[in-house]
T-cell receptor, first 115, second 114 residues
Framework: GENVEQHPSTLSVQEGDSAVIKCTYS??????FPWYKQELGKGPQLIID?????GEKKDQRIAVTLNKTAKHFSLHITETQPEDSAVYFC??????????????FGKGTKLSVKP | DSGVTQTPKHLITATGQRVTLRCSPR?????VYWYQQSLDQGLQFLIQ???????AKGNILERFSAQQFPDLHSELNLSSLELGDSALYFC?????????????FGPGTRLTVL
């Protein structure tokens, strides 16, 4: 089945610096790649997603890139702020039907942004 | 606030017992997903219901079961509890049956098995 590996498991940056989190997936049929942010004591919340027909997507300070050949996708956060501190999860799915259509999550990256 | 509610917030019980976790999806959402989150395993998909029918199964133990009722709320039943079942259990909902759409997560139920 699908396996998603996420690195690093922890990341500490200074406020204003950039942060990059990387994920690799094993199922070449995966076509949907969301990123979720989980703040302490809360459930995960979608922050950005990308579909396999797109190589890059941006939303203000957040961007995601996808390399289908390498089965690799990354989250980039620029001009980090203390409120970006949270656990970030990448996920992959085939998108439609069946158990393999459901989200397979990476193990998470704890991002700390120091003021 | 995602609009998904889960009760109870915390649950403490003993090994061998049975518990029921409840989830109310966002208004209008037809799909409910259940996930288990533990420190070493991350977020693991358990099961999905769509409009009252089981849609997909993930890594759900035989001791666990779920259902979705006509009003679309869902319950996750955990029986013969073991220490290793201690975890955060999240419910998520989405408008359709496909994982191509955003899933809205509830605040979770923290289960502690003593």
């Amino acid at each position: 089945g699908e396996n998603v590996e996420q690195h690093p498991s922890t990341l500490s940056v200074q406020e204003g610096d950039s942060a990059v989190i990387k994920c690799t997936y094993s199922d070449s049929a995966s076509n949907y790649f969301p990123w979720y942010k989980q703040e302490l004591g809360k459930g995960p919340q979608l922050i950005i997603d990308i579909r396999s027909n797109v190589g890059e997507k941006k939303d203000q300070r957040i961007a995601v890139t996808l390399n289908k050949t390498a089965k690799h996708f990354s989250l980039h956060i620029t001009e980090t702020q203390p409120e970006d501190s949270a656990v970030y999860f990448c996920a992959a799915s085939r998108g439609y039907g069946g158990s393999q259509g459901n989200l397979i999550f990476g193990k998470g990256t704890k991002l700390s942004v120091k003021p | 606030d995602s609009g998904v509610t889960q009760t109870p917030k915390h649950l403490i019980t003993a090994t061998g017992q049975r518990v029921t976790l409840r989830c109310s999806p966002r208004s209008g959402d037809l799909s409910v997903y259940w996930y288990q989150q533990s420190l070493d395993q991350g977020l693991q998909f358990l099961i999905q219901y769509y409009n009252g029918e089981e849609r997909a199964k993930g890594n759900i133990l035989e001791r666990f079961s779920a259902q979705q009722f006509p009003d679309l709320h869902s319950e996750l039943n955990l029986s013969s509890l073991e220490l290793g079942d201690s975890a955060l259990y999240f419910c998520a909902s989405s408008p359709t049956g496909t994982s191509y759409n955003e899933q809205f997560f509830g605040p979770g139920t923290r289960l502690t098995v003593l």
